[in-house]
């Protein structure tokens, strides 16, 4: 008697509605959307909910879109694993590009602390909430958030690598 | 043995007589220093794996008078870097210099301590001479052991025919001023 994917749908559209939708089989994953303000809701929900279960954050991170429209531009991706049933889920929830903010899950799952200070470190995606939401990995005086595709992957310090040979455009470097 | 064949470190140039030798406190110094180099490893990846192979028995560094790896800065006499120092361990390589007394030597070992090697990449250091002095840099990804004992071996070349003044020069003033170390 597994957790079978359409229950867990009927769950969620049952008690949020229309602010979970996009649900679809992705690879061996089942993934869905939910309103970026509703985040915490439904993390809450599908953790205490006596069928779901979902207690274990596996993982968060952040993604970015600069094609997408201006409200769509970030997201912030959680893998979500039930123990018992040996069932992981897939949530995305999309954020604004000039704006990037949702609300902090690290009150529910302690172990998004980190996680959400990577996310910061990397996209700048700020996390309402978060009890110490500053640079993780990187070091602090660092400017940028340099997994937003608007800043180089390259040094602009190295000086011993001839542009013609190795790919460089002057725009990166 | 009396027939094993023991290679000595050749004495410097100088003036040999019955019961004296005389000859520049420069090279007497140098080499006294050349041959009892303590080094301090500051390894952060596979580079310090080939050190430790070069530590052991079968290269045996201790061969050159580097028997003793310091762990404290502030007791060795040759840092030597190996693996790629990324921008948020710099300061702390940086400081580990400073705490170094002088004379003091640095080898870049590999191509990550060098240059960055092929982290060219935000968050890596493109090079520690970014932030302190190089003295030799060994070349390889990683450099095998043999190429880590050549770039000792090298700086022991440097070590010898330094001159006992150098430190208090204000040329060397002048290069730690460009690195911004007092």
């Not at chain 1, 005086?141 to 460089?168: A, C, I, L, Q």
């Not at chain 2, 004296?20 to 301090?40: E, I, M, Q």
């Not at chain 2, 043999?146 to 003033?173: A, C, F, T, W």
């Amino acid at each position: 008697m597994a957790l079978e994917t359409n229950e867990i749908q009927e769950k969620l559209v049952a008690t949020f509605g229309s602010d979970v939708f996009q649900f679809n089989q992705e690879k061996d994953i089942f993934s869905f959307e939910v309103a970026a303000d509703k985040i915490t809701a439904v993390i809450l929900f599908l953790k205490n909910d006596p069928v779901l279960r979902f207690h274990f954050l596996t993982d968060l991170c952040g993604v970015h879109y600069p094609d997408n429209e201006e409200t769509r531009q970030f997201a912030v991706v959680y893998h979500l694993h039930n123990w018992y049933e040996n069932k992981r889920i897939k949530i995305k929830a999309f954020i604004s590009g000039n704006n990037p903010e949702i609300k902090t899950v690290s009150n529910i799952f302690l172990s998004s602390n980190w996680m959400e200070r990577e996310t910061y470190d990397f996209y700048g995606i700020n996390f309402i909430g978060h009890p110490q939401l500053k640079r993780i990995l990187n070091m602090d005086e660092m400017v940028s958030f340099p997994m937003r595709k608007e800043f180089p992957m390259e040094d602009s310090g190295r000086t011993d690598k001839d542009d013609r040979f190795f790919g460089r455009t002057t725009a990166n470097c | 043995m009396s027939d094993s064949k023991t290679k000595m470190v050749a004495p410097p140039e100088g003036v040999v007589g019955e019961g004296f030798f005389a000859t520049t406190l420069n090279d007497v110094v140098g080499l006294a220093r050349a041959n009892s180099l303590w080094p301090l490893p500051f390894a952060t990846s596979c580079c310090g794996i080939e050190f430790m192979a070069t530590m052991a028995s079968h290269y045996d560094l201790a061969r050159f008078g580097s028997e003793r790896v310091s762990f404290s800065p502030r007791q060795a006499d040759m840092l030597m870097v190996m693996g790629t120092i990324s921008k948020k361990m710099a300061p702390i390589l940086r400081q580990v210099y400073e705490q170094m007394s002088e004379p003091r030597w640095v080898i870049a070992v590999g191509a990550c301590a060098s240059s960055g090697g092929v982290f060219d990449t935000y968050s890596v250091l493109q090079g520690i001479d970014k932030v302190i002095p190089v003295d030799v840099y060994v070349p390889g990804c990683p450099p095998r052991p043999e190429q880590i004992v050549d770039g000792v071996m090298k700086l022991q070349e440097i070590v010898k025919n330094e001159s006992v003044r150098r430190r208090s020069s204000p040329e060397y003033q002048e290069l730690l001023a460009s690195y911004n170390i007092k």
